[in-house]
């Protein structure tokens, strides 16, 4: 007999190879079971809806991601190859899987459960993570010691989740715009020497 967890694990599994297959407003429960091998009833035990389903994806890979993340980047000193680094492995992330990039950035988004159930505890996480970044740079004299961290880190997340949003509209057939063309490695770059020298 399958464990509660192992069920869980099955369902978010299933439900992510079927939104980047079918899309997410196309995929139905139904299908998202069928592919976990489960009867729509036993899904139903551990997720009432497709949108919580979205959202568990959300934190199952964004957990992950957050993980990786903290491994790669304890064995770094200087806190601007900290910040290369994670932001690297989360456009290495979306670049490997567009329609993964899609479902985050603007499936996720335009969810009602999303708007009135945040899942703060990843997207604080991920965020608090870029603040303590940016103190130990402080603290390294790398930033100005007057450098507000708690704007700073909201003004940095912010430009790279636009620059990510970009980036899927530009690999868009329906929105495939001279205005929309987006170079994710020319944008990071940019981003990167705006915040270490100024504009």
């Known amino acids: 007999m399958a464990r509660p967890k192992d069920n869980k694990d099955r369902i978010v599994n299933a439900a992510l190879k079927t939104f980047v297959t079918k899309g997410y407003q196309q995929t139905t429960v139904a299908e998202i079971s069928k592919e976990a091998g489960l009867a729509e009833g036993?899904?139903?035990?551990?997720?009432?809806?497709?949108?919580?389903?979205?959202?568990?994806?959300?934190?199952?890979?964004?957990?992950?991601?957050?993980?990786?993340?903290?491994?790669?980047?304890?064995?770094?000193?200087?806190?601007?190859?900290?910040?290369?680094?994670?932001?690297?492995?989360?456009?290495?992330?979306?670049?490997?899987d567009r329609d993964l990039a899609e479902i985050f950035l603007i499936d996720v988004k335009q969810s009602s459960i999303f708007i009135n159930n945040y899942p703060v505890n990843r997207v604080v996480e991920f965020i608090d993570l870029i603040e303590e970044i940016l103190i130990e740079g402080k603290k390294k004299g790398v930033y100005r010691k007057d450098l507000d961290t708690k704007v700073a880190k909201m003004v940095i997340f912010g430009a790279a989740q636009g620059i990510m949003l970009s980036w899927v509209?530009?690999?868009?057939?329906?929105?495939?715009?001279?205005?929309?063309?987006?170079?994710?490695?020319?944008?990071?770059?940019?981003?990167?020497?705006?915040?270490?020298?100024?504009?």
């Open 42 to 96: 036993t899904l139903y035990n551990y997720y009432s809806s497709k949108e919580e389903l979205l959202l568990a994806v959300f934190d199952d890979k964004w957990g992950g991601i957050i993980e990786d993340i903290r491994r790669k980047i304890v064995r770094i000193d200087d806190p601007n190859d900290k910040m290369k680094t994670m932001f690297s492995m989360v456009v290495r992330m979306f670049k490997k």
């Open 169 to 199: 509209l530009s690999e868009s057939a329906a929105d495939n715009k001279k205005s929309y063309k987006m170079s994710l490695i020319r944008a990071s770059r940019a981003l990167r020497d705006i915040f270490k020298y100024g504009l």
